[in-house]
């Protein structure tokens, strides 16, 4: 088996003395192949995503890391030490601002996206990045292998690695949502029909909620003219299976980390700064499809609109830096803090401060804090999945409220026992807050319960086997 991704299981640093050190890859993505056999049965193809990494990765023979003796975990890893110009136009312009920006529907529409003359420079280098992983993965497959390819940043690795390998049989995961083709038709058709037409090259695709899976079929019958059902498209005297597989959590590897003295400490210092008091909580990355903003702006109608919470919740905002080479996040961050300020403006009193906000990434102190939560805030433009949502019931003490945005892909699991928002409306999430701060402990306790059973029904290891059974 080979898998196929952007990033990978190992990340390098350059440390004090000049020398390389490396470290478990981070990413959901990475958390989510945490299955993947750590041996020789399997090879993780990966970009060098810094400098770092290239020099790790030119170092070592073929890209190879476990052969240069850098200890990958036991599995079998080739980085790819893309040139950095090629990467940076193919990472940031293509798959971070205009592929991401389509599937969450995110552009501001009126000012953006302009497709001219040197976006298409932009557009051949992601061509050139994903024809990197193809080489690689055609060079490295064992006849008949199975590839797993991961996520919107190799849409058309599955067609390239088809032309130069007809033995293989091959899989497409988008952990992301997909666009309905009215927004979907933003990009150039010849784009969009060479984007769709990577995919296809693939034996099987999988997606995290049948709206995600429905939505693409319409943009290949709609764009391609192609034939399909709901579980397969015919085009170009080809057919792939489309498929769902919903993401879940590993309840007892969640909970086992989550025993660690570091969660522990992280706890008892969230605990003694909030103090007696109802805690709401969000984690999230600073991207700018989690819609923090808004959900800020609905906590700030919350406590004006219902003021006996006043002084009884403390809203813990655990907001961590995401893509900050791009000048949007960035502004977003920055956005983010302002609207923090300005409640706590507003609100604060000598002895009790409406907002807790973090902008430095803590996983211990995030577990902590989904712990301890009373209401959950998880309301997303668009998600393809969302885990957040998943593992706070799963690791609540007391049971928890979840605020959940209709428009996260686990709403199709988590909506009957989640209050769902439309994550546009400010006032209905303020409602919605309001509901969840109120509900009785026996209500949240077995809501929890559910949502824990649910969230756990479909680990990591359920999930990767679903994607290989399917090719």
């Not at 020099?55 to 240069?68: E, F, I, K, N, W």
């Not at 190799?154 to 032309?163: F, K, S």
């Not at 984690?283 to 800020?296: F, M, P, Q, W, Y």
């Not at 969302?386 to 988590?414: I, Y």
Request: hydrophobic share 45%; net charge negative; aromatic share 8%.
């Amino acid at each position: 088996m080979l898998v196929a991704s952007n990033r990978g299981p190992v990340a390098f640093r350059w440390s004090e003395d000049g020398s390389l050190r490396h470290s478990r890859g981070g990413g959901g993505l990475v958390s989510a192949m945490s299955a993947i056999p750590n041996d020789a049965t399997t090879l993780w193809v990966c970009a060098a995503l810094t400098e770092a990494d290239r020099t790790a990765a030119s170092a070592a023979p073929g890209g190879r890391l476990d052969v240069a003796g850098h200890d990958t975990g036991g599995a079998a890893v080739r980085m790819l030490p893309i040139d950095e110009t090629t990467f940076r136009r193919a990472y940031n312009t293509v798959a971070n601002s205009t592929l991401w920006y389509v599937n969450h529907t995110l552009f501001d529409t009126p000012r953006t996206p302009s497709f001219d003359a040197r976006w298409a420079v932009y557009w051949d280098a992601y061509v050139d990045y994903n024809t990197a992983f193809a080489d690689a993965i055609a060079e490295e497959a064992a006849p008949g292998a199975k590839v797993l390819v991961q996520d919107y940043h190799l849409l058309l690795a599955p067609a390239l690695l088809r032309e130069r390998r007809h033995d293989l049989r091959i899989g497409h995961f988008s952990h992301t949502p997909w666009a309905e083709p009215s927004y979907f038709s933003v990009l150039p058709d010849q784009i969009a029909r060479t984007i769709l037409r990577g995919m296809l090259g693939a034996d099987s695709l999988g997606f995290l909620s049948p709206r995600w899976a429905e939505a693409f079929v319409r943009c290949c019958v709609r764009l391609l003219h192609a034939d399909a059902g709901a579980e397969v498209v015919h085009a170009d005297g080809r057919s792939t299976k489309v498929g769902v597989h919903a993401l879940g959590v590993d309840g007892d590897e969640l909970r086992m980390r989550t025993a660690a003295p570091d969660v522990a400490a992280r706890r008892e210092v969230l605990r003694r700064r909030a103090g007696d008091v109802q805690l709401m909580v969000r984690v999230d990355r600073t991207e700018l499809s989690k819609n923090i903003v808004r959900g800020l702006a609905a906590y700030r109608e919350l406590l004006r609109r219902f003021p006996e919470h006043r002084g009884k919740v403390v809203h813990v905002v655990l907001a961590y830096p995401s893509r900050h080479d791009l000048p949007d996040y960035r502004a977003y961050t920055a956005e983010v803090q302002r609207h923090a300020r300005e409640i706590d403006d507003e609100f604060a009193t000598a002895d009790w401060s409406p907002v807790l906000l973090e902008v430095n990434d803590d996983y211990p102190r995030s577990l902590a804090a989904l712990q301890v939560a009373d209401v959950l805030v998880v309301n997303p433009l668009r998600d393809g999945m969302n885990l957040v949502a998943k593992e706070g019931p799963v690791l609540s003490e007391r049971g928890v409220a979840v605020v959940l945005s209709r428009e996260a892909g686990c709403a199709d699991e988590l909506g009957a026992d989640s209050l769902l928002v439309n994550p546009y409306d400010v006032s209905g999430t303020a409602a919605a807050m309001h509901e969840a701060l109120l509900m009785a402990a026996d209500e949240r306790r077995e809501r929890t319960a559910r949502l824990a059973k649910t969230a756990t029904a479909l680990p990591p290891g359920a999930w990767l086997a679903a994607q290989l059974n399917a090719i």
